[in-house]
């Protein structure tokens, strides 16, 4: 402590040789005394009061994350306050270090008396969980509600959030595109998140045309005539090659047509069923005189009954036409499925033979029987016929 000269002696309550002991909270009054060469003797008297060593306590050791830093130590709690901090990765009052890494902190404080104390602490520092989301997504309204456990973020286990999220599913209006944030918590408290885009594209409206009944002779049929909405789409089902349908007299299937737009698809279907064509028979080539005029057609035998007949001269089911004309009329008939099928026929009008007869005759009794062929009607080879005539 410095008395001086040196070598004198101390003596005073709690004194032992040159050692000072006394209880806490005590203050007693020490004496030193010297003695010179001769014999001459001194002394001279101090004081020495006795403090507590202060109370000092240090946060719990601490699990913190890459995200926590830097960290302000002076929020950790450690009392009395105003301490200061020490060790590796502390400055002043902060505390920064790598991931991976567990230092010991030391807090030391001194009190008004000058008495310190201190305690120690370790913080170890955790990195983040590495969080990878799924690419953004592009989806169709029909794939909705989206299972997004399914879309692959990692590690599993996550949480899901965003416009649109409930939980683990994802559902949107069509047109509409949101961001979904995927937040992963691990073992150490560490928390990390990605995001990802999810766009909703509408499904398409698609419209079939009704359900077709077709004839075997409109095969192979135009699907794309039959007006099936939106056009580029594409057909199938039994029979379908491509645009184009095939199939036997008798059989009706169903064809599927799918449209695609934004990776989205719908589809529809209809029938096609197939009918044979009927057999329709005309009467032979005909050849009539004018005097048949008009003639009915419909006595003349095509078969089915209930078609029509076309041609020059015709009008409804009756025939007309100069003599010396031949003309084709054509007879179609239609069915109950709406196949139709048709024939024809020749009809030749032929012009009556100019006849002559002999003027009026008067003839004698004894002239009898009378020889018409002499008479001169004329073309000969004819017939008569009448009262008398035999």
């Keep these: 402590l410095g008395a001086t000269p040196g070598g004198g002696t101390f003596s005073g309550t709690g004194v032992s040789g040159t050692t000072y002991t006394a209880a806490a909270g005590t203050t007693n009054t020490v004496t030193y005394t010297y003695s010179d060469g001769n014999d001459c003797t001194n002394s001279c008297t101090f004081d020495i009061t006795v403090y507590n060593q202060p109370a000092v306590d240090c946060p719990n050791n601490l699990s913190v994350c890459t995200d926590d830093l830097p960290l302000n130590l002076a929020a950790l709690g450690a009392n009395p306050g105003g301490g200061t901090f020490s060790g590796t990765g502390v400055s002043g009052t902060t505390y920064t270090a ?129 007006g099936a909405t939106p056009g580029g789409g594409t057909f199938s089902g039994t029979g379908v090659s491509g645009t184009t349908y095939t199939a036997a007299a008798g059989t009706t299937n169903t064809v599927t047509y799918t449209y695609t737009a934004n990776g989205c698809s719908n589809s529809c279907t209809f029938d096609i069923s197939v009918y044979t064509q009927p057999a329709v028979d005309c009467p032979t080539n005909q050849s009539v005189c004018t005097v048949d005029l008009p003639l009915d057609l419909a006595a003349l035998g095509a078969t089915p009954v209930g078609g029509v007949f076309t041609g020059t001269g015709v009008t409804g089911t009756s025939y007309t036409a100069a003599a ?67």
């Design 98 to 226: 790598a991931a991976g890494t567990t230092n010991t902190v030391t807090y030391t404080y001194i009190d008004g008396n000058g008495c310190s104390n201190s305690c120690t602490f370790d913080i170890t520092v955790n990195a983040l969980p590495a969080v990878n989301c799924p690419e953004n997504q592009i989806v169709c309204e029909a794939d909705l509600p989206l299972d997004l456990t399914a879309l692959g973020a990692t590690p599993g286990g996550g949480t899901f959030s965003g416009t649109g999220v409930s939980g683990t599913t994802y559902t949107a209006l069509a047109g509409t595109t949101n961001t979904v944030t995927y937040t992963y918590l691990d073992g150490n408290g560490c928390s990390n998140s990605c995001t990802f885009d999810i766009t909703v594209n509408a499904t398409p409206v698609v419209d079939c045309p009704a359900n077709q009944s077709v004839c075997t002779t409109a095969l192979p049929l135009d699907l794309t005539a039959l």
């Design 324 to 390: 010396g004309t031949t003309n084709t009329v054509t007879y179609t008939y239609t069915d109950g499925n709406g196949c139709s099928n048709f024939c024809t026929f020749d009809i030749t009008v032929n012009a009556l033979p100019a006849v002559n007869c002999p003027e009026n005759q008067i003839v004698c009794e004894s002239d009898l029987p009378l020889d018409l062929t002499a008479l001169g009607a004329a073309p000969g080879g004819g017939t008569f016929s009448g009262t008398g005539v035999s």
